[in-house]
């Protein structure tokens, strides 16, 4: 229930996004989003954890981490305002993948032959959402490119710092780090008329973003990351439908096509995962906890 409610905040979030971009600056909404992340984590967090919340081994990896999810969120923000949220969100949803290949290069985790078919199963599903002639290929398909990359390296330093960091902790630093990071350039791009007449879609935005990343936290403080990834493409779904609802857009036949592709390379991968971790606790080699 966890992971799910997590997604639909993240697809809501992705359309209320690209409705919010009509009505303020871009780089307000991505500074608000940030800015109330940190504010509302460390308003929830710090009267339980006190100054434990601010302790972390890891500042520098936390910091890298807060600039990745502020880069991806970016390009999200930007790329929603030409691309549709569906498909968008289906190539987003690419990344589990990429994000294994890097663990397999960085991390020298081994790649079974099935995990790198189903990679490339995602990637033709991609090819048939961005094909030229579709409704998608523009140059605006830079964005969910450079998101798919940014997002990938994120998983990873995520997977890293997990036991390490308490989870909170590193929630308010993500926080804290893109609000810090926004802050001068917001500057830029300001409109005190804009926030007044259009706060409720500024709160909104920085409500999904942080409610949604608490769900994903407590979702994987109670099960693993192979059980829950499969339920995270509930995303696409939810999308798709909101951008229908909200903006009267449906992918065309062959861009279903792709997006059934790729959730089928993303859950295929989750459950190869699943089955790779029963047979390592059935060997008593599995890892204490797996993120």
């Given at each position: 229930m966890l992971i799910v409610v997590a997604a639909l905040c993240f697809a809501f979030l992705d359309t209320a996004t690209k409705h919010a971009t009509l009505l303020a600056p871009v780089l307000m909404l991505l500074w608000f989003r940030y800015v109330f992340?940190?504010?509302?984590?460390?308003?929830?967090?710090?009267?339980?954890?006190?100054?434990?919340?601010?302790?972390?081994?890891?500042?520098?990896?936390?910091?890298?981490?807060?600039?990745?999810?502020?880069?991806t969120s970016a390009c999200s923000f930007f790329g929603l305002?030409?691309?549709?949220?569906?498909?968008?969100?289906?190539?987003?949803?690419?990344?589990?993948?990429?994000?294994?290949?890097l663990a397999a290069w960085l991390l020298k985790n081994p790649v079974s032959q099935q995990r790198w078919l189903l990679m490339v199963a995602g990637l033709v599903g991609v090819l048939l959402v961005i094909r030229p002639g579709g409704q998608v290929f523009s140059w605006a398909l830079l964005f969910p490119v450079l998101l798919v990359g940014t997002y990938a390296w994120f998983q990873v330093l995520t997977s890293r710092l997990s036991g390490e960091e308490n989870p909170y902790t590193t929630h308010?630093?993500?926080?804290?780090?893109?609000?810090?990071?926004?802050?001068?350039?917001?500057?830029?791009?300001?409109?005190?008329?804009a926030l007044l007449a259009h706060w409720p879609w500024f709160v909104l935005i920085g409500f999904l973003g942080t409610f949604g990343h608490l769900m994903l936290i407590r979702a994987y403080m109670r099960a693993s990351a192979p059980v829950l990834t499969p339920f995270l493409y509930t995303q696409i779904g939810f999308a798709t439908l909101a951008g229908w609802l909200v903006f009267d857009h449906a992918p065309d036949a062959l861009a279903w096509l792709g997006i059934g592709v790729i959730a089928a390379s993303g859950v295929g991968n989750a459950l190869l995962s699943a089955r790779e971790l029963a047979t390592l606790r059935l060997r008593g080699t599995a890892p204490a906890a797996t993120l």
């Open positions: 992340q940190a504010v509302v984590t460390f308003a929830l967090r710090f009267p339980v954890q006190k100054l434990h919340l601010l302790s972390t081994p890891n500042p520098r990896f936390q910091a890298l981490r807060g600039v990745l999810l502020l880069t305002q030409y691309l549709p949220v569906g498909e968008f969100t289906a190539m987003v949803m690419l990344s589990p993948l990429v994000a294994t290949a308010f630093y993500t926080g804290l780090v893109g609000a810090l990071v926004m802050t001068p350039i917001a500057a830029f791009s300001w409109s005190t008329a």
